[in-house]
């Protein structure tokens, strides 16, 4: 029998146990046609949360509010789920940051949020103080994430789903990349979860708002119209129907736009058929100097692509080996966007602490795309030089990096990770 989660389909607090049924194989379900300010008020929501708040969850054993009870609830209903760590210290670390992202993160978004809406007034020194708390927040989140990728452990636990659905809310209405940029270690934290599949399952395509939203004057409780006495005399008044919009004119309006082509789908034809080379590079299993190097320069066209070296600009945090490999995959799986205009390869570099990271890439047209350089906060992280394909050494440079040739300038390679 499934669970049935009593909340809109945007509810971020509904989202934490979305997300934690993902990971157990619970079966939850929105309850049908809800509708936020009427299916909450009736007398059969309100048996379940006198309170009136959502979300509420629906079980054959009773209903459970409190979002962070709820996914707990979830996240325990099958014994073999490991998002509660595998030890003692492991459950009282998830608490911690559950309890950690509920009173030092949520708490504070709301404080910025509820003025934007018109629910509190706005006052300049609560901001502030909200303002501060975050940024300390934020910062012992840091600490944490520049020597673990997960919260707890080294997998997803429940800490992690409500964590980044608290930092969700934050990114998608309140938090601009200048606040965020300051704790790179949180933004890599941030899109490497929303991005693995269960998250974005229900997340969707996430996105980082371009700016905060404007303070609303606080809302007042509506006030009784006083009931005027009729003049005997006073003519009745008329309700005058505007006539409807011609047929044609409303399916106008509502005929929804064409969607915009990619600038990079509008330049002129490539010589270079970048999925024939894909297919060279994956079905290349001998001779790979002379068969898949070869093509590859016999086949790239420096008219309509061009190439780039990246360099990670933080090699000194690269301390622990599973972290930078995971720091790497995330990189790539938010570079999806561009897989039909590009293909790379990023290699892990040395044998000890701390390792670099460098990689090469190939996109359509002559400069980075835009649209990577604005979805894929990663791409500031890394040094991006143009190749020279003039430059023998650089030729050079460029054909051991998509043959993982190694030493590679003089050092082991840890790993090399291709985006094709």
């Not at 001998?286 to 190097?293: D, G, L, P, S």
């Not at 290699?347 to 002559?366: A, D, H, N």
């Not at 649209?371 to 051991?400: G, H, P």
Request: hydrophobic share 40%.
């Amino acid at each position: 029998m499934a669970l049935i989660l009593h909340a809109q389909k945007t509810n971020k607090n509904g989202y934490k146990t979305l997300i934690a049924a993902e990971y157990t194989g619970v079966q939850v379900e929105l309850a049908p046609n809800f509708e936020m300010g009427v299916s909450n008020k009736t007398p059969e929501f309100l048996k379940m949360n006198p309170m009136g708040k959502v979300p509420v969850l629906e079980t054959p054993d009773g209903p459970v509010f409190e979002s962070n009870a709820m996914a707990r609830y979830v996240a325990r209903l099958k014994g073999d789920s490991t998002l509660f760590g595998s030890s003692p210290i492991d459950y009282a670390h998830v608490e911690q940051w559950i309890d950690f992202s509920s009173m030092e993160i949520d708490a504070n978004l709301m404080k910025l949020y509820l003025p934007r809406l018109g629910f509190a007034p706005h006052l300049p020194p609560v901001e502030e103080a909200a303002n501060s708390a975050l940024k300390r927040a934020f910062g012992a989140l840091s600490t944490h994430l520049a020597f673990n990728t997960y919260l707890v452990g080294h997998s997803v636990t429940l800490a992690d789903i409500v964590m980044t659905c608290n930092l969700y809310f934050g990114f998608a209405l309140l938090l601009v990349k200048s606040f965020t940029s300051e704790f790179p270690h949180v933004e890599r934290y941030f899109w490497t979860m929303v991005n693995q599949p269960s998250f974005r399952k229900i997340l969707g395509q996430v996105k980082q708002t371009d700016a905060v939203l404007p303070i609303q004057s606080a809302k007042k409780p509506a006030q009784p119209k006083e009931s005027k006495p009729k003049a005997k005399d006073e003519p009745k008044k008329v309700a005058v129907q505007e006539p409807e919009k011609p047929k044609e004119e409303a399916e106008e309006e509502e005929a929804p736009k064409p969607k915009p082509k990619n600038p990079l789908d509008l330049l002129p034809p490539s010589k270079m058929i970048l999925d024939d080379w894909k297919r060279l590079y994956s079905n290349t299993k001998t001779n790979f100097r002379e068969v898949a190097i070869k093509g590859f320069w016999d086949m790239y066209d420096p008219e309509g692509y061009s190439l780039w070296f990246c360099d990670y600009k933080y090699n000194d945090e690269n301390t622990v080996s599973y972290v930078t490999l995971n720091k790497v995959g995330g990189f790539l799986q938010r570079m999806d966007l561009a897989r039909k205009y590009a293909f790379g390869k990023m290699l892990v570099i040395g044998s000890e602490p701390p390792f670099k990271v460098k990689g090469l890439w190939l996109f359509r047209g002559q400069e980075i795309p835009k649209f990577v350089i604005d979805e894929c906060y990663d791409m500031e992280l890394y040094e991006w030089t143009k190749v020279d394909i003039s430059d023998e050494n650089q030729k050079e440079r460029a054909s051991q990096m998509i043959e993982d040739f190694e030493p590679f300038e003089g050092e082991p390679l840890l790993d090399a990770k291709c985006f094709k």
